[in-house]
């Protein structure tokens, strides 16, 4: 494997670049990920208890506002909010990429990839330390339920993670770039994130959505709820993945799998189309104006 890539000569300036300076991808990650921790007295534990705390402060919340019911709710909540969270953090983080190194950019070169591309990758290192805070509430479940929740089943959140990474990438990459340019962009992608946040179904499921629209139906009037799940289900690459993941952790523990929760093999293509597509249009306009950068940093 190593003779293969030390054949494999990327041109200067493209994404594969990055793997020449792997040494330096390892030094940013584990330079973001001390400073994260630094003079924390809880330190890595606390990627486990700010997950806890939020989830039962939320599911004691939302249980009672929307009396939805549902099984396993505070899995069914953590699972979709630490999902969220991941793209969120690692996209946010990668935002701001390269006008926070423009110093080191002054004075050496080193592939402008890499600081997108260290965020998104330190983000989602904290991201497998908060599933501590996942396993922690399916082992009280397991034991307040009678059953075991933990299945090999579990393992297939590799695939939704894998493709949150890559989507995430490619969203940091273009955000990065234009942020360079616009430092507006910041403000704006903030103000999209409560939307975002809105349209993912974290606290609530989409079957709300549907049995509002057989009420409209029931009415005569335009179903037009059925329109807005068909939209948060096909047009939110970020749902998609949060639907896999709790696939793949909270479904298998409840006796009655709700219609809207099952995952077929359209879920999966989707996703990763939606990853593979943010990931070529974001490296592509990374590279077209990474030369630029350094004229507005």
Request: with cysteine; charged share 15%; aromatic share 20%.
């Amino acid at each position: 494997m190593s003779s293969i890539l030390q054949k494999f000569k990327p041109k200067e300036g493209s994404f594969w670049e990055t793997f020449k300076y792997k040494d330096l991808l390892y030094q940013l990650v584990s330079r973001d990920i001390k400073l994260k921790y630094r003079r924390s007295f809880l330190g890595y534990v606390w990627s486990v208890l700010n997950p806890l705390l939020i989830m039962m402060i939320m599911a004691v919340v939302f249980s009672f506002l929307f009396q939805r019911n549902l099984a396993l709710f505070p899995i069914y909540l953590l699972a979709g909010r630490t999902m969220f969270e991941f793209v969120n953090n690692s996209v946010g983080k990668a935002l701001g990429a390269i006008t926070d190194n423009a110093t080191l950019l002054k004075k050496t070169y080193v592939p402008k990839y890499m600081f997108p591309l260290s965020k998104v990758t330190s983000t989602m290192v904290d991201f497998v330390f908060s599933l501590g805070a996942l396993v922690i509430v399916m082992v009280v479940f397991s034991f307040t339920q009678g059953k075991v929740l933990f299945s090999f089943w579990n393992l297939g959140i590799i695939i939704p993670i894998i493709q949150a990474y890559i989507f995430a990438l490619g969203l940091g990459f273009f955000l990065a770039q234009l942020h360079v340019f616009f430092r507006d962009i910041r403000y704006i992608y903030n103000a999209f994130v409560t939307m975002w946040l809105y349209c993912s179904a974290i606290f609530y499921d989409i079957g709300m959505f549907y049995e509002k629209a057989d009420r409209q139906i029931a009415e005569g009037s335009l179903p037009y709820a059925k329109y807005l799940a068909f939209v948060v289900e096909n047009l939110n690459p970020l749902y998609i993945y949060i639907k896999q993941f709790r696939y793949f952790v909270w479904v298998p523990g409840i006796d009655n799998v709700p219609y809207w929760a099952a995952v077929n093999q359209w879920d999966f293509i989707l996703g990763t189309i939606y990853a593979l597509v943010m990931f070529a249009i974001g490296t592509y306009f990374f590279k077209r104006s990474q030369d630029k950068f350094i004229l507005y940093i």
